[in-house]
């Protein structure tokens, strides 16, 4: 008796030690994964990431694989419903009509399986949005992938600076296999020009490997019939490569607002906010010679705040449990925004603008006096 009690006990403590010991090989190699993978972190994130939008667009995990790449770029992904609608950017009116031609119209033809009797109908499988920075070629990018529901992938070129040798020619081919298996898809690439500029002779090697594989690759799209469509953005364009112009050959310009554009934008700012009844849209965007289009959002955010700040001040320093006492909508609804109010922050945000560069060039100019 004693000696089947004692087989059992170490029958017993074997697979403790056993479990022990699994649990504890289990946690080590996940340590040391991650202290030997310096992606693993941003895998993880992916695989997460990667998980809703499969759950999002109904897609069967079973016959939808990624590889580890693939995720890592997947954490790139914005839903088509993340993007602005088209109809509500202000101003640029004539690129945006360029686009509804070009590009959303024979997309969504396409998806709906209507066919035109032309084998030149189809739209371009490149695009370039070049002008200022602040005006808008991200949110026109965002707003196409809205139109046309599909995926959109903001490609920051950063992710391809990888430590590890090799790495980056995985990585850039992870980009087109991935979007190739969730096309319909919008590759934006902002700052084109940063990577893909012109190729010069001090280009490392890693570098000119990489061009040279995204343009091959880039290939694969232009002579299949994907539906995944690549809109780079810049404001340098004449530092763009060559060879990834001719890829782009839908151009178009995205300048700074004009006055009917300012005004434009305005409306669209404004059109949810409580304003007086006489505010006058064309005196503001009269005042806002020159801004951009983000500088102009910018201004009356600003306007926002300070016409807000007096009532809100005094809510958040009442006690809780006046507050609904007093009516918080009602004191919010008392408030109205002028055109002088936003005029107001205009001058302000210049004046602040114009004393900080000023002091950033008081401070170059006794830098270089020091050395």
Same mark, same amino acid.
């Given at each position: 008796?004693?000696?089947?009690?004692?087989?059992?006990?170490?029958?017993?403590?074997?697979?403790?030690?056993? #479990?022990? =010991?699994?649990?504890?090989?289990? $946690?080590?190699?996940?340590?040391?994964?991650?202290?030997?993978?310096?992606?693993?972190?941003?895998?993880?994130? =992916?695989?997460?990431?990667?998980?809703?939008?499969?759950? $999002?667009?109904?897609?069967?995990?079973?016959?939808?694989?990624?590889?580890?790449?693939?995720?890592?770029?997947?954490?790139?992904?914005?839903?088509?419903?993340?993007?602005?609608?088209?109809?509500?950017?202000?101003?640029?009116? =004539?690129?945006?009509?360029?686009?509804?031609?070009?590009?959303?119209?024979?997309?969504?033809?396409?998806?709906?399986?209507?066919?035109?009797?032309?084998?030149?109908?189809?739209?371009?499988?490149?695009?370039?949005?070049?002008?200022?920075?602040?005006?808008?070629?991200?949110?026109?990018?965002?707003?196409?992938?809205?139109?046309?529901?599909?995926?959109?992938?903001?490609?920051?070129?950063?992710?391809?600076?990888?430590?590890?040798?090799?790495?980056?020619?995985?990585?850039?081919?992870?980009?087109?296999?991935?979007?190739?298996?969730?096309?319909?898809?919008?590759?934006?690439?902002?700052?084109?020009?940063?990577?893909?500029?012109?190729?010069?002779?001090?280009?490392?090697?890693?570098?000119?490997?990489?061009?040279?594989?995204?343009?091959?690759?880039?290939?694969?799209?232009?002579?299949?019939?994907?539906?995944?469509?690549?809109?780079? =953005?810049?404001?340098?364009?004449?530092?763009?490569?060559?060879?990834?112009?001719?890829?782009?050959?839908?151009?178009?310009?995205?300048?700074?607002?004009?006055?009917?554009?300012?005004?434009?934008?305005?409306?669209?700012?404004?059109?949810?906010?409580?304003?007086?009844?006489?505010?006058?849209?064309?005196?503001?965007?009269?005042?806002?010679?020159?801004?951009?289009?983000?500088?102009?959002?910018?201004?009356?955010?600003? #306007?926002?705040?300070?016409?807000?700040?007096?009532?809100?001040?005094?809510?958040?320093?009442?006690?809780?449990?006046?507050?609904? #006492? $007093?009516?918080?909508?009602?004191?919010?609804?008392?408030?109205?925004?002028?055109?002088?109010? $936003?005029?107001?922050?205009?001058?302000?945000?210049?004046?602040?603008?114009?004393?900080?560069? #000023?002091?950033?060039? !008081?401070?170059?100019?006794? !830098?270089?006096?020091?050395?």
């Amino acid at each position: 008796m004693n000696s089947d009690q004692n087989v059992s006990s170490i029958i017993i403590q074997t697979l403790g030690f056993c #479990a022990s =010991a699994a649990v504890a090989t289990f $946690v080590v190699s996940k340590v040391l994964q991650r202290m030997t993978d310096p992606n693993y972190e941003g895998k993880e994130n =992916a695989k997460k990431r990667m998980a809703q939008i499969m759950k $999002v667009l109904k897609l069967d995990s079973n016959k939808f694989s990624l590889n580890s790449y693939e995720l890592r770029i997947a954490t790139l992904i914005s839903l088509p419903e993340e993007g602005a609608d088209i109809e509500e950017i202000g101003g640029c009116s =004539a690129t945006l009509h360029r686009l509804q031609e070009n590009v959303i119209l024979p997309l969504r033809l396409l998806a709906s399986k209507i066919i035109v009797p032309s084998s030149l109908y189809m739209p371009p499988k490149g695009i370039l949005l070049y002008g200022p920075t602040g005006c808008g070629k991200t949110m026109i990018a965002r707003s196409i992938a809205k139109k046309v529901d599909a995926l959109f992938v903001n490609f920051d070129i950063s992710i391809l600076d990888d430590m590890l040798y090799g790495e980056t020619a995985k990585l850039t081919k992870a980009l087109f296999t991935l979007t190739a298996k969730i096309q319909p898809c919008v590759i934006f690439i902002d700052e084109i020009d940063s990577v893909l500029r012109s190729r010069q002779h001090r280009d490392q090697e890693g570098t000119a490997i990489m061009k040279t594989q995204f343009m091959l690759l880039w290939d694969g799209f232009l002579k299949s019939d994907s539906t995944v469509i690549i809109i780079g =953005a810049t404001n340098r364009p004449q530092d763009v490569d060559e060879a990834i112009m001719r890829r782009l050959p839908l151009r178009l310009h995205v300048p700074k607002p004009d006055l009917v554009a300012r005004e434009q934008i305005l409306r669209v700012l404004l059109r949810k906010e409580s304003l007086v009844n006489n505010f006058n849209f064309k005196k503001v965007a009269q005042e806002m010679e020159a801004l951009s289009g983000s500088e102009v959002k910018e201004v009356v955010r600003v #306007a926002c705040l300070k016409r807000y700040q007096d009532v809100a001040q005094s809510l958040v320093n009442l006690p809780p449990e006046l507050r609904s #006492a $007093v009516g918080m909508g009602r004191s919010f609804d008392e408030v109205k925004l002028s055109h002088d109010d $936003v005029i107001r922050a205009f001058h302000d945000y210049r004046n602040f603008t114009m004393d900080t560069f #000023a002091g950033a060039s !008081v401070v170059t100019e006794e !830098v270089i006096a020091v050395e």
